[in-house]
């Protein structure tokens, strides 16, 4: 399963990659996320690894994040892995101008068991959620 779904933040590009950049940023906007366990010695340089600690409608879940590609402020390519399966978030941002940047969300999924049936008919679930980390981050980023 794959989309893409994007934003616009009003601040410059530097601004928005360093505020994605924060290294516990993540807990101020992404809902649900307790804790980041940092498994390298560097966050978000290509091959890092991170744990996330996360509560869901009362349930505990972990996911395991990779950096695959880092290109900032431009671009950056996570690989998460949970006990649904495997997915990838591309983040791209964009300029538009000097006060101006397009965030573009690439998410792809390789779910397993029981989700592998029912991934493909919550699509739209799954958008909406990636949807609501992007307007959390806006609303950060712009603070």
């Known amino acids: 399963m794959k989309y893409t779904i994007t934003n616009t ?17 993540a807990l101020k906007w992404m809902e649900g996320l307790q ?3 940092r498994l390298s010695p560097t966050p978000y340089e290509v091959g890092a690894k991170s744990r996330f600690h996360s509560l869901h409608k009362n349930k505990k879940f972990v996911i ?15 690989g998460f892995t949970s006990s649904m399966g495997y997915n990838e978030v591309e983040m791209v941002f964009e300029q538009i101008n000097d006060n101006s940047t397009k965030q573009i969300n690439n998410s792809y ?4 068991g029981f989700m592998k049936i029912l991934g493909p008919l919550m699509k739209g679930m799954f958008k909406k959620q ?12 712009e603070k």
């Open 130 to 141: 990636s949807m609501k980390y992007l307007d959390a981050f806006k609303e950060f980023a």
């Open 9 to 25: 933040i009003d601040k410059p590009i530097d601004v928005v990659a360093a505020k994605f950049l924060e290294p516990d940023g």
């Open 109 to 112: 999924f390789q779910l397993k």
């Open 64 to 78: 395991d994040e990779t950096i695959l590609e880092q290109n900032m402020p431009n671009q950056i390519k996570f």
């Open 35 to 37: 804790k980041i366990e």
